[in-house]
């Protein structure tokens, strides 16, 4: 079995930051593309019926040879899209261990702002849980499991624990750096290195821009509100786009800390790091957990990086892969 214990990254990679930065760099995005390319699979794009109207949009990949032994939906983290880098090499290491993938956007995530009128949200899973009923449906009588990193992470458990209600016939839920706790996760990027709220910020006011562009009518906010930062640019979106009211009842709504995921009946596995810049591990640490789950802190690995090598390999994409395997064989 692969495990944490068997990450032991080079000295020059054991700092947090290296392996945040070179994690979402356009290196890896290169080494993703070409990673999943040199394949040869096959890849469909497919726009899902998510309930009330509402449409989000997705890629299947397989490979040409051979029956599949499963199929895994990967969901990925806020403001990344099927073709971040992980999303990429994670799916190049299912299809090399023969399982089929389902890469899913959220929405206004890639490029589908057009689909939906309405703007993401952390807590738009209803959406997510029936598109994944709606894959399962496209792609019948074989095995299945979801996996996601950081807040994909969160959704991935959240579609976990509504999965036997909801009739998604989940065998596995794998997660790398899942948020377990938003407001806390706000508070560890507002102290923390600048650089990650700078990144955030430039993301998620790039995707506000274009839902203005694309439906005026509707979002008509100026840009001295794409000047807000984090926290109120949040609350904002939070007080005029959602019926939580205010930023604590919003952040509670997607929160799985504490005994939150002890109802979960889907085999689990997760997998954080002990230096995460962006989420505290003490919610981790903190975590009660079913007899079904399995919860692997390494030392090192970053933000979703755990990079191996200078050829920015990644451990998580294994590790999901094994685990997969483990589940489904």
């Excluded at 009739?167 to 600048?194: F, I, K």
Aim: some cysteine.
């Amino acid at each position: 079995m692969l495990t944490a214990s068997d990450y032991r990254p080079p000295r020059w990679l054991r700092n947090a930051h290296v392996q945040s930065v070179l994690g979402s760099s356009p290196m890896r995005r290169v080494h993703g593309e070409r990673s999943l390319h040199a394949l040869g699979a096959v890849s469909t794009a497919h726009v899902v019926d998510a309930g009330d109207g509402v449409r989000l949009q997705g890629v299947h990949t397989r490979l040409e040879q051979g029956s599949p032994r499963g199929l895994v939906l990967l969901l990925h983290g806020w403001e990344g899209s099927v073709d971040s880098s992980y999303m990429r090499l994670t799916a190049t290491e299912l299809l090399r261990a023969g399982f089929e993938v389902f890469r899913l956007n959220f929405r206004d995530h890639g490029d589908t702002h057009h689909l939906n009128e309405g703007l993401f949200h952390s807590n738009r899973i209803d959406e997510v849980v029936h598109a994944a009923r709606e894959v399962a449906r496209l792609y019948p009588d074989r095995p299945m499991a979801v996996a996601g990193y950081s807040l994909g992470g969160n959704f991935a458990l959240r579609l976990a624990l509504r999965a036997p209600i909801a009739g998604v016939p989940l065998a596995h839920v794998a997660a790398v750096c899942p948020v377990l706790d938003p407001a806390r996760t706000m508070e560890s990027m507002e102290q923390g290195l600048p650089v990650y709220l700078w990144y955030f910020e430039r993301k998620w006011r790039g995707s506000l821009a274009r839902k203005r562009a694309l439906f005026p009518q509707l979002h008509s906010f100026d840009d001295q509100v794409l000047a807000l930062r984090m926290r109120p640019l949040t609350q904002w979106m939070v007080e005029r786009h959602t019926d939580f009211g205010t930023l604590e009842r919003y952040f509670d709504g997607y929160s799985i800390a504490g005994d939150r995921l002890l109802a979960l009946q889907v085999p689990a596995s997760i997998l954080m790091a002990e230096d995460d810049p962006v989420i505290p591990i003490d919610g981790f640490r903190m975590l009660n957990l079913p007899a079904s789950a399995r919860l692997e802190i390494s030392p090192w690995g970053g933000h979703c990086g755990f990079l191996e090598s200078a050829r920015l390999d990644g451990f998580a994409e294994r590790w999901i892969a094994r685990r997969m395997v483990e589940a489904l064989s």
